[in-house]
């Protein structure tokens, strides 16, 4: 089996668990304004854990978060390297726009649907920004994945 088809299998049998880590993220409200991204930030925490990934959390200091208008945010970074090579970083926000009128669905439901091209979770932030957290961490457990079975990474 090829590096990509190792990493599209994976993808392919993990979208399910993908897809319930992307849902526990639009459970929680992080609507900026008024900019209070604590408890998305602990539960992005908690979930990357879970996955056993190691994450750092870097609050923002008060002086930075209230020149932005925000009430809170921490920074976290998930670190993986394969060995000797380039880094590459991937960078995603856990703020999402207020719901504003004219939902038909709970934005923090995370219900999901069957629509015209499959199934469609609803929610703030299930297509922009905590779709990006799900993509990232997924990706990155496929890769992880791909060297266990004896692909070779570097960087």
Known sequence: MT???????????????????LAELVKVPSDNPPGDCAAHAARAMALLEQLGLT????????????AAGMKSATNLI????????????????????PPGRGWTRDPYGAVIEDGPHGKVMFGRGAAVSKSDFATYTFALL??????????????
């Open 55 to 66: 994450v750092e959390a870097h609050p923002v200091p008060g002086s930075a978060i209230e």
């Open 78 to 97: 998930v670190r993986h390297r394969f060995g000797d090579g380039p880094t590459v970083a991937l960078n995603a926000h856990g703020d999402v726009v």
């Open 3 to 21: 590096i990509v088809d190792r990493i599209g299998a994976f993808i392919d049998g993990d979208f399910a668990r993908e897809t319930a880590f």
């Open 142 to 155: 496929a890769l992880k994945d791909a060297v266990a079975n004896g692909a070779k990474l570097g960087g």
